[in-house]
DNA sequence: ATGGTCGATCGTCGA
């Protein structure tokens, strides 16, 4: 089974690009975050074409994250747990058949942050608290779990062409990668990590100062896999032709194949 | 030091 996670920076801005990419991915199961649209507005017919079941959890003008998939969607949840007034759509999550067991797979958007010494950033570090704590929860249960998408964390130098310029970020700084690793020491495996543990391995790179020809990359969108889904895992890796395309999403895919 | 680019929306925020 193939799980792809894209930041999409916008559904209605990036559907050609969207569509032409998954006809080519072959992926089972989508997980899109930026989708930048509410429910009701979201092309979910361009997608049921393609054979997915759609399932959106979108706010007006920012955030939102969707989860398509080719084998079914069970136990749809949105919202992270934690925090009920939280009113910023940033996470769903929902159980798909994989072979004779299930997985569940969450596509999230974890907050910013920037700037730095502002509620922005106090927020962030909070929904990082209460990831750990629902990951925390859902590890006991021992289902197979992925949790794909925009994690805004650089975790290490490594992850950065030019990790000194961004000292002074809410995505490398000190207490977004601690929380990280306190997230990660639960026993999640970072996939592409696990693949790919060289440098130059890049997920997002800035619309400006031509960065993309630069190759002025960061790796902030991220799939980590609880020890039942790292039990199965082939291949991981980085698409980031999409980059290079006609009206690009900053972000490009991210997958893996579990057996 | 500043401005540099996008998307959603329509003045301005978020990234």
Same mark, same amino acid.
């Given at each position: ?14 559907? @050609? ?5 998954? +006809?080519?991915?072959?992926? #089972? ?15 979910? @017919? /361009? ?9 959106? *959890? ?7 994250? =969707? ?10 949840? &949105?919202?992270?747990?934690? @925090? ?5 759509? &940033? ?14 797979? =969450?596509?999230?958007?974890? !907050?910013?942050?920037? $700037? ?23 590890? =006991? ?18 992850? =950065?062409?030019? $990790?000194?310029?961004?000292?002074? #970020?809410?995505?490398?700084?000190? @207490? ?19 693949? *790919? !543990? ?12 031509? /960065?993309?020809?630069? #190759? ?5 969108? *991220? ?8 039990? +199965? ?9 999409? &980059? ?6 900053? *972000?490009? !895919? ?6």
């Amino acid at each position: 089974m193939k799980i792809v996670t894209w930041n999409i920076n916008g559904v209605k801005a990036r559907l @050609e690009a969207a569509t032409a990419y998954l +006809r080519q991915a072959d992926a #089972d199961v989508v997980c899109l975050q930026e989708i930048k649209s509410v429910d009701e507005g979201f092309p979910r @017919e /361009a997608f049921e074409e393609l054979g997915y079941t759609v399932a959106t *959890h979108g706010q007006k003008g920012f955030n939102g994250v =969707a989860l398509l998939s080719k084998v079914g969607l069970e136990d749809v949840t &949105r919202g992270l747990p934690g @925090e009920d007034a939280d009113p910023q759509a &940033r996470w769903i999550e929902a159980l798909v058949p994989a072979g004779a067991t299930m997985v569940r797979v =969450a596509s999230i958007y974890l !907050p910013n942050g920037n $700037p730095i010494g502002t509620d922005k950033f106090t927020y962030k570090l909070a929904w990082m608290r209460r990831l750990e704590a629902h990951t925390r929860t859902r590890l =006991a249960e021992e289902t197979p779990l992925v949790l794909a998408g925009d994690f805004n964390v650089i975790p290490d130098r490594v992850d =950065a062409k030019r $990790p000194d310029a961004w000292g002074g #970020d809410a995505l490398f700084q000190p @207490e977004s990668r601690q929380a990280w690793r306190a997230l990660t020491h639960l026993g999640l495996t970072d996939a592409v990590r696990a693949c *790919h !543990p060289g440098p130059g391995v890049y997920t997002f790179w800035d619309y400006q100062a031509g /960065a993309f020809q630069k #190759d002025d990359g960061i790796r902030i969108d *991220h799939i980590l896999l609880s020890p039942q889904a790292a039990d +199965r895992l082939v291949e991981a890796g980085v698409d980031r032709a999409p &980059r290079g395309g006609e009206k690009p999403s900053d *972000h490009v !895919p991210v997958w893996i194949e579990l057996a």
